[in-house]
Structures are given as C-alpha cells and as structure tokens.
C-alpha cells in the first residue's frame, strides 16, 4: 500500500495530533527505556532527582501506555476469538460492493495492488480502467435474485469468494415526511438488506473452509442521527448490528472463529453521497478523502484479523459514545449536527 500524505490528505487535524501522541508519549517502547534509565543509570538519577515532577508525568505515561497496550491485546484477542490465521492475497478472492466509484473504487485498486482477484459489484459501470484483476459484474444488490446470479458469474470467472467487502451505500437527504416509500425501501434494500443476501450467497464457503473475511462498511451516522437523514442513519446502525450479530454467530452457531469480521465507520467524505451536504471540514471534523478511508479500510483487512476502524478517530469516540451522556446533551449534539444536513435551499 502506498504511504499516507503527512501530516495528513485532510492537512492537520485532530488525528494527525492524537496519532503523534500516542506514538510518542503513550508508546511505552519510549518510555519505559527511559524509566529504566532514570532508575538504573547515574545520569538518569541525577535528572530525577533534579526534576522529580518530569520523573512523575513519565510514571503516569508510562503506565497509561502499558494499560492502553495491554487493552489493544486483550482487544484483538478477543476480536478474533483466540484464533489465528494466515491469508495468501494472491489467491484471495474479493467481492466489493459498490465498487465502481468513491471509496469502494480506491479498495478494489488498493486490493488489486495486493495480488487480491477483486469483483465489483454495482450497478452502474467502472469509472476507471481497471487492473487485469478486477473485473466488473453488473449487479443491483438490493435483489436477492440479481446477488444470486452475479455470484455465479463471479464463481464462473474466479472462483469462491474469501473477502466480502458490504461497501455500496446511498443517501437522499430527505426528511422523514418528505421521503416516499420507495426511496426508503432503496435505502434499507442498499445499505442493510443486501448484506443479508450477500452473507447467505458467500459465507456458507467460508463457514465451511473456516477461512474468509466480511467487511462491513457503516457510518458514524450510525451512532448520530440528525433531520434529513434519519432513513440513512437507521440503515446505517442496522448495518452495524449486522456485523456484531455476525460476529458472535459465527462463534456460536456456525463454529467458524477464524472467519473474520470487520467494522468501519467513517464521518463524512468526499463522495457523492455527500454532494447535496454541507458538512464541515474542521480540525476536530475533518471532511474525508475517500483514498483515507480505503486506506483504512484496506489496511485493516490485510492485517487478517477482525477489528472496528473509526475514521477519523476524533469524531468516532465520541459518536460511539454520545447516547452515554445526559439525554440534554444528546439532544443539543442532534440539533446542532441539522446545519450540516441542510439541503442547499435552506443555508
């Protein structure tokens, strides 16, 4: 994978800080060496001595940054479940969803680069000249019918699918009696139906191999709802009970701890379902590039293991975490997030 722009695609923001941080004053690989010096080494001691207040904020960091190790271990263990397991990208097989354009587009090239056989499936075609390994398969994957024969054309052409990437999605924008039957049908049908009829057409082969990887691309949205994209939110949170669901019955129902789950839930970015929005682009809310979030996305599937990705993290810990603060609170957050989804008639 190419490197990330420094200090960041979307300059310097939130992250870009909270990542120097955490490299640096939180990574006990710095600072427990630097305890030891100061316990263990005359100079060390001399500096203590002389600044016993700078030897007391290196204690605190040092043990923040053990405990945050020590959590990110547990995490990962418990994310997959005790298990390991080994994938040879060059005979991987990926299914992306909406892959002709916006992010899904940047993962199936980033997968591709990898040696990864990529199959989009979208409705509408490539916008881009594609790698000998990715191929297209026209697809409305809203229809259990259309899933089911686009997955034969994609076993016909290149086998048993290992990676399933949910990553189509659509937004309208409207409000709740503003939009009509059929708009939020499409939406629920895109955004969290389909990975129903994707999961029934590609897990089966995985659950049997004990191999394989199902990547869920929600939204922060889903965790903050606000006016004119409560049909949106809801597809998205749905999305996101999806992939916890599925995670614990592979475990529990389907005894395949090695198949791996993986959650991302972006802010907003520079895609076409954010082109009728008017969302910030701030230190704290940076709006998105969408190679940022494939990035992400990527990068996390090629580690082999399940994990969730917030991007950016600034505004993920807090979205993950608002319906945790007073109810006056969540409500001013609801309110205030209205400008962002104005409609161009109404800034």
């Excluded at 200090?7 to 941080?21: I, K, N, Q, Y």
């Excluded at 299914?95 to 997968?111: E, F, K, N």
């Excluded at 810990?317 to 109810?327: E, K």
Aim: hydrophobic share 40%; with cysteine.
């Amino acid at each position: 994978m190419p490197s990330r722009r420094w200090p960041s695609r979307e300059g310097f923001t939130a992250d870009v800080v909270g990542g120097l941080f955490k490299s640096t004053a939180l990574a006990p690989s710095l600072t427990l060496p630097l305890y030891i010096l100061s316990q263990y080494t005359q100079r060390g001691q001399s500096i203590a001595s002389a600044r016993p207040q700078a030897l007391k904020t290196l204690k605190i960091l040092l043990a923040i940054g053990l405990v945050r190790s020590f959590n990110g271990l547990i995490n990962r263990i418990a994310l997959n479940h005790g298990t390991s397991d080994t994938y040879n990208w060059k005979s991987e097989i990926a299914i992306v969803t909406g892959g002709s354009d916006g992010i899904g587009r940047r993962v199936a090239v980033l997968l591709a680069a990898q040696g990864v056989k990529v199959a989009v499936l979208d409705i509408q075609p490539l916008k881009y000249h594609p790698p000998a390994n990715i191929r297209y398969f026209n697809c409305d994957i809203g229809s259990p019918e259309a899933v089911s024969a686009a997955a034969a054309q994609v076993r016909e052409a290149y086998g048993e699918p290992t990676i399933l990437i949910n990553n189509a999605g659509i937004a309208k924008g409207t409000t709740i009696l503003d939009g009509t039957e059929a708009s939020t049908r499409q939406i629920f049908d895109v955004n969290t139906l389909s990975h129903y009829w994707l999961a029934r057409e590609f897990l089966p082969k995985m659950v049997q191999r004990n191999h394989g990887m199902v990547v869920t691309v929600a939204s922060q949205a889903g965790y903050i709802v606000s006016a004119n994209m409560v049909d949106y939110s809801a597809s998205k949170s749905a999305a996101v009970t999806f992939h916890e669901g599925l995670t614990t019955e592979l475990v529990t129902r389907y005894k395949a701890p090695k198949v791996r789950t993986v959650l991302i839930s972006q802010g907003f970015a520079r895609t076409y379902l954010s082109r009728d929005l008017n969302p910030e682009d701030t230190f704290f809310q940076p709006l998105l590039e969408p190679e940022t979030v494939a990035e992400a996305l990527v990068k996390q599937v090629l580690t082999g293991s399940s994990g969730q990705v917030m991007v950016p993290g600034s505004t993920g810990f807090f979205a993950r975490n608002l319906r945790s603060f007073p109810y006056w609170f969540q409500n001013n957050v609801r309110d205030a997030c209205e400008k962002l989804m104005r409609p161009p008639h109404l800034r």
